[in-house]
């Protein structure tokens, strides 16, 4: 018998992928796209950016990044298209409301170190903004 719902934790890799997932389908369904489409290397750009150095090295971040898309593509959350080509399902959107998604992207702010550049000013991710964005 299938089983519908599971009472298992998102590990931090999978929740930080789960939220960009999330972040992009919300931003494509608003502006009409049929359906959303992300590369791995987006995924990781923009998942790596959260990690610490505290996190191990770069290669192990990536393989806990590509463990979550493995699970959430188990979980129907994203179907892979092509090699490192994913479409987002809809089923993103019962796993994380957009009221979690606003929680979590104002949680993720404050735990990221802010990047400072050469000028002095602030370069954060481009990433965090569109995520406010499609949370709001």
Request: hydrophobic letters at 35%; glycine letters at 6%.
């Amino acid at each position: 018998m299938p089983i519908l719902l599971k009472d298992e934790a998102y590990s931090r890799a999978e929740t930080l992928v789960l939220v960009h997932l999330r972040t992009v389908y919300q931003r494509e369904s608003t502006s009409g796209e049929g359906s959303a489409r992300v590369d791995v290397e987006e995924i990781e750009q923009t998942v790596l950016s959260y990690f610490a150095e505290a996190d191990g090295t770069t290669a192990r971040r990536q393989k806990a990044i590509r463990s979550a898309l493995a699970r959430l593509r188990q979980d129907g959350v994203i179907e892979e298209e092509s090699e490192g080509r994913y479409r987002i399902t809809p089923v993103v959107e019962i796993v994380l409301s957009s009221e979690r998604l606003r929680e979590l992207v104002a949680w993720l702010q404050e735990q990221r170190p802010v990047e400072i550049g050469e000028d002095g000013s602030d370069e954060t991710n481009a990433d965090e903004t569109n995520a406010e964005e499609a949370a709001s």
